[in-house]
């Protein structure tokens, strides 16, 4: 398969990630989430392809719910800046009340949190890159089926598109040009380590 662009050059990359999906795929599948995002994007783009940009997406947590989550969320956010050519784009956590049904059939309200933002952050950027001809592949990091669209519509304008998941939604995996599993193999030698070398924590674990 060609690993250049339709004008000669290295095929140009560009990575759109679902940090929430992300990290509850990593967390419920691998069982661990400090993951190293330039060895991890570095793995996805390959030898002989340029990466453009990196583009991730995610919502604070509310610092008044756990303020120590909080800190640890912020300070992974952080971390990301060390990461050459990557983005961080913020939407928001919009707290919601819905109702559960207990084993003896009575109701509970209980408080959840929902994002807000952020998949119309992703979309639109993974559509107007496309539209610059600012890429050649997008590879969608992410699980879940509501990209299912975006991808076909970022193919029809002449773009590749790539899926990489943890076993996410079959119909986003079929929509994709090329499909990449996070499996343990693929993550291997991803964990950060502290300065003593040893795994580091993130604010997830």
């Known amino acids: 398969m060609s690993v250049y662009s339709p004008r000669g050059n290295a095929e140009r990359v ?29 793995r996805l783009v390959g030898d002989q392809r340029q990466l453009i940009r990196v583009y991730y997406y995610n919502a604070p947590l509310n610092r008044d ?13 952080d971390s990301l800046d060390t990461v050459p050519y990557l983005t961080k784009k913020f939407g928001r ?24 933002g952020v998949d119309t952050f992703l979309t639109i950027d993974m559509l107007s890159h496309a ?7 997008g590879i969608l990091v992410s699980g879940d089926e509501d ?22 939604s079959y119909n986003l995996r079929q929509s994709a040009d090329k499909y990449v599993l996070i499996d343990r193999a693929f993550l291997d030698g991803f964990q950060q380590v502290d300065r003593n070398g040893k795994p580091e924590k993130t604010w997830i674990d």
């Open 147 to 168: 990209f299912t669209v975006l991808v076909d519509v970022v193919k029809d304008m002449g773009k590749h598109v790539e899926v990489a998941n943890l076993g996410g």
């Open 65 to 77: 719910d756990d303020e120590e989550k909080f800190r640890l969320q912020q300070s992974f956010f």
């Open 14 to 42: 560009m990575i759109f990630i679902d940090g929430n999906n992300l990290y509850h795929s990593l967390k419920h599948v691998i069982g661990r989430t400090n993951l190293d995002f330039q060895r991890f994007s570095d």
């Open 131 to 137: 539209f610059k001809d600012n890429y050649d592949t």
């Open 93 to 116: 956590l919009e707290k919601r009340v819905v109702k559960q049904t207990l084993p003896d059939g009575t109701f509970v309200s209980v408080p959840t949190y929902v994002e807000k």
